[in-house]
């Protein structure tokens, strides 16, 4: 049997106990699941619903091709577009980055039709039905936007109401990315040692992306687990993601990254809402329920096990299970 009132004081509020009505099953019915990182031309996206992710945020991919997609099924995707970087920046030349998937820009300009113009390359990604903007800022492989670039491409993205997603990597990168006004970052920052004066900021002014699983075990890992406990310490926002499509990952709910947040301090009610969050707006599909069956988890450490279990229903298929 399963204790409603002690599974919400594990896993919060918006958990049921449900059954559902297709197979018998008795479970747990959660919000649906977004991976808010991954990249859909390297993965198989048929095994992501069946895995237990509803929805997904692709940061980095061919506008075109994205633009072409079907808007109704699942997952849902909201998407960022070509990846915006400074003119040689990562990830250019990348064989994982076609070209199709980079736009070098080389001027702030906010006029339209500039070419290399910071308006040209947001508009383009707009055009295409982006929900996102990202730019790389990786200085350990390459040049990177100076601040009135970086700065006019975040004061465009605003007018067009796309929130700014920077990939920020090597030292002074998360201060660029802080001073500049990006919303978000694509990693937790995994080279770079943090203050708390800068993780005050970023908790005040961010959301912050977790992909703690890709660094494996690894003093990235070890950094990045610092960086995002600190930042949760500080009340800032997370959110899951995998960078799936980035080496070996699982598709579908990936129960190494759950295990990692735990232990950066993101556990329970705080670890659903990290998997369930809308950001950017909408990116989690409606009618559709996250479904756990089995018995539900008796203590915290066990809620990221369990939700290994997870797949993708319809919420009407869940009934009352009393
Ligand atoms: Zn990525």
Not at 101 to 124: F, I, K, L, Q, Y
Not at 198 to 215: E, F, G, K, P
Not at 247 to 254: E, H, I, K, Q, S
Request: net charge negative; proline share 7%.
């Amino acid at each position: 049997m399963l204790d409603p009132f002690a599974l919400r004081d594990l896993v919060g509020p918006r958990a049921e106990v449900r059954r559902r009505a297709l197979t018998g099953e008795h479970g747990v019915a959660l919000p649906p699941f977004v991976d808010h990182h991954v990249h859909l031309h390297l993965i198989d996206e048929q095994r992501l619903a069946p895995g237990g992710i509803a929805g997904v945020l692709d940061l980095g991919g061919d506008p075109v091709a994205l633009a072409r997609r079907a808007s109704s099924g699942i997952p849902h995707v909201s998407y960022a577009g070509a990846f915006l970087t400074a003119p040689g920046g990562y990830p250019s030349g990348r064989s994982w980055a076609p070209t199709a998937t980079v736009r070098e820009v080389s001027d702030p300009s906010s006029h339209p039709g500039v070419s290399g113009g910071a308006a040209t390359a947001v508009d383009e990604q707009a055009t295409f039905g982006a929900a996102v903007v990202k730019v790389a800022l990786n200085a350990d492989a390459g040049p990177v936007f100076d601040p009135a670039t970086l700065a006019s491409i975040v004061g465009i993205a605003r007018e067009r109401g796309l929130p700014v997603v920077a990939h920020v990597q090597g030292e002074g990168m998360l201060r660029l990315a802080l001073d500049a006004g990006v919303a978000a970052l694509a990693h937790t920052p995994f080279t770079e040692h943090t203050d708390a004066a800068l993780i005050a900021r970023a908790a005040a002014s961010q959301v912050w992306i977790s992909t703690l699983d890709i660094h494996g075990d690894t003093d990235a890992a070890r950094l990045a687990t610092a960086n995002l406990a600190a930042f949760v310490r500080a009340g800032g926002r997370v959110l899951y993601g995998t960078d799936l499509g980035n080496g070996d990952l699982p598709v579908g709910v990936n129960v190494r990254e759950l295990a990692a947040l735990d232990a950066a301090g993101v556990r329970g009610t705080a670890l659903i809402d990290a998997l369930a969050d809308p950001w950017p707006a909408d990116v989690a599909p409606s009618g559709i329920s996250t479904f756990v069956p089995g018995l539900a988890p008796e203590s915290l450490d066990q809620v990221p096990a369990w939700l290994g279990r997870a797949t993708v229903v319809p919420t009407e298929e869940l009934i009352h299970d009393d």
